[in-house]
């Protein structure tokens, strides 16, 4: 049953986190967008769901190319979905791939992300549903971002 996850992290969240159903439905997306990833190079499939400060759900998987470098991640893909439909404050973030162990984002897109601040959640899950909560500053510590470019 879906409301019957493992969860690896004690379930007391921090101000604004998804909980219950809000948190199951972004995980739900995040594995729902990995099925339709377009990776015949790699034959590995990730998905990754986005929840706006709005409360609206971007979902994205990564899309390869045969010139490798042109490809795209699941989790920049749903941010520029997102950013595309006007949102740029965002809550939380689901990657979900076929992994035995927690998938976590390239630095290229712990970069991307970091564009638009530090101070939202990364669920880190596994092929089994089981996940563990990082924030985004917790990924990419000491890191570089919009207001960095305003020091004189």
Known sequence: ????????????????????????LLLHCSREAKKCAYCPYSRFPVGAALLTAGGEIFSGCNVENACYSLGVCAERTAIQK????????????AIASDMGDFITPCGACRQVMREFGTDWDVYLTKADGTYIVKRLEELLPL??????????
Do not use: N, Y
């Open 143 to 152: 890191s570089f971002g919009p207001e960095d470019l305003k020091k004189v």
């Open 82 to 93: 997102a950013i595309s439909e006007g949102h740029t404050s965002f809550r939380a973030m």
């Open 1 to 24: 049953m879906e409301g019957d996850r493992q969860r690896t992290t004690p379930p007391v969240p921090p101000q604004g986190q998804p909980q219950g159903e809000p948190l199951q």
